[in-house]
């Protein structure tokens, strides 16, 4: 018997390259990019549908790329917001990885583009360990997933720095404390930021786009 | 089942760099950090799965748990982190947060995935 030691080269080295080469490909192009993953049905296509809005409103040109296992749904929501859209299908795989948004990027205006939001495949897990080279990463949950969604996933929590509770609106209806959802974030992570939002009413999204330094952006970024 | 695309990026770059040393391959020695979120057991099964066919059919892969280390610009502390959850939870986690004075921290150790080494027999896989 014998060893054979190695370097200790990270086994998913290819895609932390790959998702390198993303961030600095958009930010030669001064592209701003935020990645939103999070739970299926939590609101994320809504979040990105109301940046857009939001964004363009201010004259600053959004592109999307919209990442489901399959069809073009969300695609076609941003598309129809006015957003430069690239639609991805995973098929079977559980989360987008930094090889898919390398393609998706080669078919956007990246020179026009101020914005562009990642939408990940809706899954709260698998999509944590494969970075894609954004600026920065917002997780999205909705209360009426429970009130006890950060216990249950605290790993993902540590390490996000922003965290959307969507639907706070219906919090009541389904006998859900958000409070509880706040003290264990700060809890498992006390330097990052919580947002309680409506999204479908708008609200609480000019605080999550001013963290993520969109507020007032200039196109001269 | 992300642990999948995880192994199979793992074989793909291990296969290769052992061409030049022969023998069995016995043992996969892979070292996780536990802030990493991935499955042991599903690791396990995928490694087992993907592994057919190539160098590495039938070895184990054995998983080593590196513990969260984290340091503070703030204070000084270099040390384990924190934790939340604990004896009452069946499961406790590392808190990125200096324990000392619970400023913002560096984490030192505990996101790492790599293999650490292998360990080869000296026969042919061929011998049976």
Redesign the interface.
């Given at each position: 018997?014998?060893?054979?030691?190695?370097t200790?080269?990270?086994?998913?080295?290819?895609?932390l390259e790959l998702a390198e080469a993303n961030y600095r490909r958009l930010r030669e192009k001064h592209v701003r990019s935020i990645s939103v993953l999070g739970a299926i049905g939590s609101g994320k296509t809504t979040l990105v549908e109301q940046a857009i809005d939001r964004l363009q409103g201010q004259g600053l040109c959004v592109a999307t790329i919209a990442a489901d296992s399959a069809g073009d749904d969300d695609h076609r929501r941003f598309v129809a917001r006015g957003a430069k859209s690239v639609n991805v299908n995973t098929q079977d795989?559980?989360?987008l990885?930094a090889h898919t948004v390398d393609h998706a990027l080669d078919a956007l205006p990246l020179d026009d583009v101020d914005v562009l939001f990642i939408e990940n495949v809706g899954n709260l897990?698998?999509?944590?360990?494969?970075p894609l080279g954004a600026d920065a990463e917002v997780v999205v949950i909705s209360v009426t997933e429970g009130d006890d969604m950060v216990?249950k996933h605290?790993?993902?929590f540590?390490?996000t720095d922003f965290v959307v509770v969507n639907k706070v609106d219906l919090a009541v209806a389904v006998g859900v404390d958000p409070k509880r959802i706040v003290d264990d974030y700060s809890?498992?992570?006390?330097?990052g930021k919580l947002f309680l939002t409506s999204l479908r009413r708008g609200e609480g999204l000019d605080e999550l786009l001013n963290a993520l330094g969109l507020g007032c952006m200039s196109t001269q970024w | 089942?992300?642990e999948y695309?995880?192994v199979d990026?793992?074989i793909g770059?291990l296969v290769p760099?052992?061409a030049e040393?022969p023998?069995r391959v016995?043992t996969v020695v892979?070292?996780k950090g536990e802030?990493?979120?991935?499955s042991d057991h599903a690791l396990a099964n995928a490694f087992e799965i993907l592994a057919r066919g190539t160098r590495l059919e039938g070895a184990d892969l054995v998983l080593e748990t590196v513990a969260t280390v984290v340091s503070c610009t703030t204070c000084g502390y270099h040390g384990p982190a924190g934790r939340?959850?604990g004896e009452d939870?069946h499961?406790s986690?590392?808190?990125?947060?200096c324990p000392q004075c619970?400023a913002?921290v560096h984490v030192d150790a505990g996101r790492?995935?790599?293999?650490?080494?292998?360990?080869?027999?000296?026969d042919s896989p061929a011998d049976g």
């Amino acid at each position: 018997m014998h060893d054979v030691r190695f370097t200790g080269e990270d086994i998913l080295a290819r895609q932390l390259e790959l998702a390198e080469a993303n961030y600095r490909r958009l930010r030669e192009k001064h592209v701003r990019s935020i990645s939103v993953l999070g739970a299926i049905g939590s609101g994320k296509t809504t979040l990105v549908e109301q940046a857009i809005d939001r964004l363009q409103g201010q004259g600053l040109c959004v592109a999307t790329i919209a990442a489901d296992s399959a069809g073009d749904d969300d695609h076609r929501r941003f598309v129809a917001r006015g957003a430069k859209s690239v639609n991805v299908n995973t098929q079977d795989d559980c989360h987008l990885d930094a090889h898919t948004v390398d393609h998706a990027l080669d078919a956007l205006p990246l020179d026009d583009v101020d914005v562009l939001f990642i939408e990940n495949v809706g899954n709260l897990i698998c999509p944590a360990d494969f970075p894609l080279g954004a600026d920065a990463e917002v997780v999205v949950i909705s209360v009426t997933e429970g009130d006890d969604m950060v216990r249950k996933h605290p790993k993902i929590f540590a390490q996000t720095d922003f965290v959307v509770v969507n639907k706070v609106d219906l919090a009541v209806a389904v006998g859900v404390d958000p409070k509880r959802i706040v003290d264990d974030y700060s809890a498992v992570n006390p330097h990052g930021k919580l947002f309680l939002t409506s999204l479908r009413r708008g609200e609480g999204l000019d605080e999550l786009l001013n963290a993520l330094g969109l507020g007032c952006m200039s196109t001269q970024w | 089942m992300h642990e999948y695309a995880v192994v199979d990026e793992l074989i793909g770059a291990l296969v290769p760099r052992l061409a030049e040393h022969p023998g069995r391959v016995r043992t996969v020695v892979v070292r996780k950090g536990e802030l990493r979120i991935l499955s042991d057991h599903a690791l396990a099964n995928a490694f087992e799965i993907l592994a057919r066919g190539t160098r590495l059919e039938g070895a184990d892969l054995v998983l080593e748990t590196v513990a969260t280390v984290v340091s503070c610009t703030t204070c000084g502390y270099h040390g384990p982190a924190g934790r939340f959850g604990g004896e009452d939870d069946h499961f406790s986690i590392p808190v990125l947060s200096c324990p000392q004075c619970g400023a913002d921290v560096h984490v030192d150790a505990g996101r790492e995935l790599y293999v650490d080494h292998v360990t080869l027999s000296d026969d042919s896989p061929a011998d049976g």
